[in-house]
């Protein structure tokens, strides 16, 4: 069964300076790789994904994410946190059609001025 | 298009009480999630609806909690002798035709309070 492990259950940035989100995934088949974001008294709203093809993805407000086989990783990073990309972020991992979205358990980015 | 619904949007119960929970999904979509978010667990999977298919029950923590679907639209999860540890935000979403890649699209949740 598939599973993602976020490294970090919270990490704080300098405004300007570059953001990592770190994401690790079990899976017995190439998976399908989401990140999702909930801002603050928002629900989720997918960043972007990744299917099939070109290994770095790029998503919503500047964010980006690369995907890994040998690692088993689909890290998300941005060059230059802003204030307004605090929020609580998720990993998702899906196997293929017909399965369960398997989430980790989220990594909120502070962000400083 | 209307988004994905939830009612209510605030629950609170006494323990031992059964709460039911609504979730109205964006029309059209067959695929249907229920998720439980609590502080420090992130989003754990409750159970998963695709079209006419078996449901995927694996998630649900116990025999107390059922989720059914009817109609193929709306979902209902039912929370039997609630316990204090069922106390989270119950998260809905949905999804459209199931290519694996299709993006969810989440409810505002109802958040659940058992005292």
């Known amino acids: 069964a598939q599973s993602v492990t976020q490294l970090g259950s919270h990490v704080s940035v300098s405004e300007g300076a570059l953001v990592l989100l770190r994401c690790n995934y079990s899976?017995?088949?190439?998976?399908?790789l989401f990140w999702y974001v909930q801002y603050p008294n928002q629900g989720l709203q997918l960043l972007l994904k990744?299917?099939?093809?070109?290994?770095l993805v790029k998503g919503i407000n500047g964010f980006e994410a690369e995907f890994k086989k040998s690692e088993t990783s689909f890290h998300l990073t941005k060059p230059s946190a802003h204030m307004s990309d605090a929020a609580e972020y998720f990993c998702?991992?899906?196997?293929?059609?017909?399965?369960?979205?398997?989430f980790g358990k989220g990594t909120t980015l502070s962000v400083s001025s | 298009g209307a988004g994905v619904s939830q009612s209510p949007s605030n629950k609170v119960t006494e323990k031992g009480k059964d709460v039911e929970l609504r979730c109205d999904p964006i029309?059209?979509?067959?695929?249907l999630y229920w998720y439980r978010q609590s502080l420090g667990q992130g989003l754990e999977f409750l159970i998963y609806?695709?079209?006419?298919?078996?449901?995927?029950k694996s998630g649900l923590p116990s025999d107390r909690f059922s989720a059914e679907r009817t109609g193929g639209s709306v979902s209902t999860l039912t929370i039997q002798r609630t316990q204090q540890e069922d106390s989270a935000v119950y998260l809905c979403?949905?999804?459209?035709?199931?290519?694996?890649?299709?993006?969810?699209?989440f409810g505002n949740g109802t958040r659940l309070t058992v005292t």
């Open positions: 609806f695709q079209g006419n298919s078996a449901p995927d």
């Open positions: 979403a949905s999804s459209g035709r199931d290519r694996g890649y299709s993006p969810l699209h």
């Open positions: 029309s059209g979509h067959t695929a």
């Open positions: 899976s017995s088949v190439p998976p399908y």
């Open positions: 998702a991992v899906r196997d293929q059609a017909g399965t369960a979205l398997i």
């Open positions: 990744y299917t099939t093809g070109a290994t």
